[in-house]
Every structure is written in C-alpha cells, then in structure tokens.
C-alpha cells in the first residue's frame, strides 16, 4: 500500500508496540525511490553498500562524505513520505562525537535525510547519545560490520559462541539506552537475533538475521539482480534485471550496427 503521509520515529516505535513488521530497503536514487515508497516500503536506507553496488569498489571503506551526500540528496528527491536513513561512511564518525555532529548535521540539512545510521555497539554509544542530544535520531547497527573488513579479514556471522552472543546483547541494549530508534542486526543467528530482539523496546531490522526481527531490510541490487558480482546468502532475487538490461543493449548494438536503428519512426 503507497505511503500517503511523511513517517518519523513515532511510526517505527507503534509498530513494534503492536508486533507488525516492518519493510525496509537500501538503495540510491531517486525513481527507485519513488517506486519503493509507492509499494509501501517505509524506511530507505541510502547504504554505504553503494560503494560495491553502485560504484565499482570492492568494499565500503572508500566512500566518501561527498558520496553518500550526492545519493542521500537524490534520493530525498524522489520519497516525500518514507522515512530516510543516511549511512555515515568510514571514518566519519570515529574520531570525535564533535565530527561526528557536524557529518551527521550534514546528512539531515543538505542530504535530506530524517536519521543516520552507524556501525557499532558499546563502543560507539556515546556518540549516539551526543547525537540524540543534539536532535538526529540514530539507527545503531550491530553484528557484521562491513566498516571493520580490514580488521576482521572477511564478512563472516557474529555471535556464534556465547562470548560474541552475551556482547551483542550488550551492545543492542547500551544502544537502546544512548537513544537509538531502532537496530539494524546483521549476519547474526536468528535465535539469538530473536532473543535481542525480544529484550529491545526500540525495533530490530534484521539483514541475514532471520525471521524473528520486528523488521526486514535488503539491498535493491541483489533483489532486482542488479548486483552479480556475488549474491549473499541471506538476500532474495525477486527480479533479474540485469539480465533484461543485456538482452536491450545487446538488441540496441545489433540494430545499430546493421543499420536497422533508427527507423522512420524514430527521426525528425
């Protein structure tokens, strides 16, 4: 069902209230935008994953500011009633909270975007409580941090001994204390994503984490087969049009290299 009205943080925390799910994709411009809201997917995530994605690198570590603002722009354009989340890149964040005001002030006054999104759990819940603070609403993201691929050497599942579990559960609640409106769990056993969830009053939105979240998020790209570089495994191919767009450019250069393109019809 279309959007018909703007949503803020209010709707997301009524509909864990009430235990209805909730529908969420990340994405990058402006018409997939104004489709995803007219289906009723209510809160766009412009992921840093455009940096694979969308522009070529092979992970998210070299996304910029300047990146993400460009797409978080365009995609305000295109949603007038979903809710937006900026992802802030690498680095932008880490070093201060007072960097980390200034880059999240940016996202919501020149980006267009109702909240930020950042990696991390206790170690990052001072700067979301500075942040809240200050009046930008927050989505924590724990689990699988694809920021920290240098570090860790591989995207791999969190949580799988009960050391890892026993600290995402602290790291879900120290972000629900510092103020976050939600928590994006990544890549993490879904009985354990189930039991964060049940302990959180703010929505869980679940990436690889299984069917027990108060939400669902994916990547545009792998759902529409944009993406064949890899297909994780958690996301679903409801569409594969990047074998459509092939089979029309293939058509095109075949019609234009035997003259058959343009026609009459075609020319002035």
Known sequence: MALDKKLTVRHFAAKKKKGEKICSVSLYDAPTAKFAEECGVELLLVGDSLGMTVLGYANTIPITMEDMLHHCAAVARGAKFAFLVGDMPFMSYHPSSELALLNAARFLQSGGMDAVKIEGGRTVAGIVERLVKAGVPVMGHIGLLPQNILTEGAYRVAGRSREEAKGLIEDAMALQDAGAFAVVLECIPAEL????????????????????????????NDMLGLFTDHLPRHAKRYANLGHEIKGALKSYAEEVKSSRFPGKEHSV
Request: aromatic share 0%; charged share 10%.
């Open 193 to 220: 994503a189930g039991e964060i969830s049940g302990k959180l009053s703010i929505p869980s939105i679940g990436i690889g984490s299984g069917p027990l979240c108060d939400g669902q998020i994916q990547v545009i």
